[in-house]
C-alpha cells in the first residue's frame, strides 16, 4: 500500500512537472490590442441621427447619421435661383443680330445688280461704290453688335463662377455633415447621443478594427537574434480550463529601443531587467478580444 501510494503521488508530480514545463515552452507573452479611431465631426449643428452603440460592429463607409444641414440646403437654393437669373440675361447672339443679317442679304443682292448694271452700262460706278459701301457698313456694324453681346455674356459668365464656386463649397460641407464610418470595426466608446449640439472636431466614438489584432509582447536582448522583421511565429490564447486556441502571426514592428519589463507581462527569462517590445499581427477568428493575453513561439526565421 505503502509503495503503491508513492508510485502515485511521484506519477502525479512528473505530470504536474510535465505540465509547467510546456506551459513554459512559449517564447513570450502579451496582450492583444488593435489599432483605435476616434471619429469626429466636421461640422456643427445638431445631430439629428445617430446610429451608433458600443459593442456594435460597423462596416467601413457605413453611414451611421448626420448632422442639421437644412440652412446649408437653404444657401445652396438661394445661389441657384441667383444663377438662374444671371443666366437668363444671356444675350443670344444669333437672334439679336438675325435683322442686321437680313439687311445685309439685301444690301448683297442689290451690290450683284449693280455689278451687272455697271457691265451693261446701265448704272454708274458711283451707284456700285454706294452698293459696295452699303455691304461694308453692314458687316461692322454686325461685327460691333457680336463684340457687344460677347463682351456681356462674358461680363454674366464672370459673375456666374463665384456663385459656382460658392455652391460647390456648399456641396463639400453638407458633404461633412453625414457621419460616414471610416473602418471597419467595433465600437468601443460612444461620447454623443441623438440631438445634441456638436461643433467641428467633437469626438463622436472610438473603434477598433477587430479583424486583425495586434499582439504586443516582450523579448530579452538574448531573444533577438531569433527574431527578425516579416517573421512568422505560433500564437496561442486561453480558451478555458488548461485549452488553448492556436493561431499564426507575423512580427512586422521589433522596438530599437530596450525598457524595464512590464509587470505584468512576463517573458521567458523573468530575470531579465531590460526587454524590448515587438508586434505580431494575428488574423482575428472572432474569439481574440483586446486585452486578452496571448502566448508567442518564435518559429523558424522565414518570411511571410
Request: proline share 2%; net charge negative.
Amino acid at each position: 500500500m505503502k509503495v503503491t501510494s508513492i508510485l502515485a503521488v511521484a506519477s502525479l508530480a512528473f505530470i504536474a512537472a510535465s505540465c509547467h514545463n510546456a506551459e513554459n515552452d512559449w517564447d513570450a507573452a502579451g496582450a492583444f490590442e488593435s489599432v483605435e479611431t476616434i471619429v469626429s465631426t466636421e461640422s456643427s449643428g445638431t445631430l439629428m441621427q445617430f446610429d451608433v452603440e458600443e459593442g456594435q460592429t460597423l462596416n467601413k463607409n457605413q453611414w451611421i447619421g448626420y448632422v442639421d444641414s437644412v440652412q446649408l440646403y437653404d444657401r445652396k437654393e438661394q445661389l441657384q435661383a441667383q444663377i438662374a437669373s444671371t443666366t437668363s440675361q444671356q444675350p443670344d447672339i444669333p437672334v439679336q443680330v438675325a435683322s442686321l443679317q437680313s439687311q445685309l442679304a439685301e444690301a448683297q443682292i442689290n451690290q450683284k445688280r449693280m455689278e451687272n448694271l455697271v457691265k451693261a452700262n446701265a448704272a454708274t460706278q458711283q451707284q456700285l461704290d454706294d452698293a459696295n459701301t452699303q455691304v461694308d457698313v453692314i458687316k461692322k456694324q454686325i461685327e460691333a453688335q457680336k463684340n457687344t453681346l460677347g463682351i456681356a455674356s462674358t461680363t454674366l459668365n464672370k459673375d456666374v463662377t463665384p456663385l459656382e464656386r460658392q455652391i460647390a463649397q456648399i456641396d463639400d460641407q453638407l458633404l461633412k455633415c453625414k457621419i460616414i464610418n471610416p473602418i471597419h470595426g467595433t465600437v468601443l466608446t460612444k461620447y454623443a447621443e441623438n440631438h445634441e449640439v456638436v461643433t467641428p472636431g467633437k469626438a463622436l466614438y472610438k473603434i477598433a478594427e477587430t479583424d486583425t489584432l495586434i499582439l504586443r509582447a516582450y523579448v530579452t536582448g538574448s531573444q533577438l537574434t531569433e527574431i527578425k522583421l516579416g517573421q512568422k511565429v505560433s500564437v496561442r490564447s486561453d480558451e478555458g480550463a488548461n485549452k488553448y486556441r492556436s493561431y499564426s502571426g507575423v512580427i512586422y514592428w521589433i522596438s530599437d529601443k530596450s525598457e524595464f519589463t512590464p509587470k505584468t507581462i512576463p517573458t521567458k527569462d523573468e530575470r531579465a531587467d531590460l526587454v524590448y517590445a515587438i508586434k505580431v499581427r494575428v488574423i482575428n477568428d472572432g474569439y481574440l478580444k483586446i486585452g486578452m493575453y496571448g502566448d508567442l513561439k518564435f518559429n523558424s526565421a522565414t518570411t511571410k
